[in-house]
């Protein structure tokens, strides 16, 4: 029987600064890596080049989940790894991959806990970890719907969880966290804004304080976010006041339109 084979897809912008670690972590099992470039203007498309990655050419989309779903498309092996480029796999969870992927059973496709670097530590408790990411998946079962940011892959048959960490450097610093927590609540406000929220007294005050505060509480009492010291107490703020933001913002672009 034939061994099993394996696409890397990845998309991205920019990312020169995490390509080379994530790139190194699937050396040994990607049998092709795909690369969708939304028009980065740093080096990420030549170190891409350098690990033999087939780079698709495109524009960089708000919610580069579109961009995600062209590279899956464009997979042409066995299974699929789709990972971002602040993503890398740990040695164990490369070979419990390769493992797996030898004998996968029933299941066509895989989740695999993630754990996210923050402000100096990876984090441990306040519904952070395991942060589990439907990731790995037999071509043409799975797919990504992109109508959310934060949506997971669907995928069409039983699936299974894997048991070795992928490891996120998503913000390896706060000014990188803030960067992304303008972005996201960005596209919060732009989802209120399809939704037609309504811009009133009830809603202010729920997304501004009532949401904004159960967030916070919810992850740093209930989920013992409070564990992961300091920087378990800013994520839980920061998650809180995430609503709070995006409510600001929808209200800014309703009445203030562009």
Request: with cysteine; proline share 5%.
């Amino acid at each position: 029987m034939a061994k099993p084979t394996l696409s890397v897809v990845l998309a991205i912008f920019n990312e020169a600064a995490n390509l080379p670690r994530c790139l190194d972590s699937v050396k040994g099992l990607a049998d092709e890596i795909i690369v969708v470039d939304g028009q980065s203007s740093d080096n990420s498309v030549s170190i891409a080049e350098s690990y033999g990655a087939k780079i698709i050419e495109t524009t960089n989309k708000p919610n580069f989940h579109i961009n995600k779903q062209l590279g899956l498309e464009a997979a042409t092996r066995d299974w699929i790894l789709q990972l971002d480029a602040d993503e890398c796999l740990s040695d164990p969870l490369k070979s419990e991959i390769k493992r797996v992927l030898a004998s996968p059973g029933e299941f066509v496709g895989f989740w695999l806990p993630r754990k996210n670097y923050f402000l100096g530590r990876f984090l441990t408790k306040g519904g952070q970890y395991p942060d589990y990411t439907l990731r790995l998946y037999k071509r043409g079962q799975g797919r990504l719907p992109a109508h959310d940011v934060h949506e997971q892959a669907v995928v069409s048959g039983p699936t299974s969880h894997l048991q070795f960490d992928l490891l996120h450097y998503g913000t390896p610093d706060f000014s990188n966290y803030l960067l992304r927590f303008n972005r996201y609540t960005s596209l919060t406000a732009s989802e209120f804004s399809k939704k037609h929220l309504p811009l009133n007294l009830f809603c202010a005050v729920y997304y501004l304080f009532i949401k904004s505060f159960w967030e916070f509480a919810k992850i740093y009492f209930r989920h013992k976010g409070f564990v992961d010291g300091f920087p378990g107490f800013v994520f839980a703020l920061f998650s809180g006041l995430h609503y709070a933001v995006a409510y600001i913002k929808y209200w800014q672009i309703s009445r203030f339109p562009a």
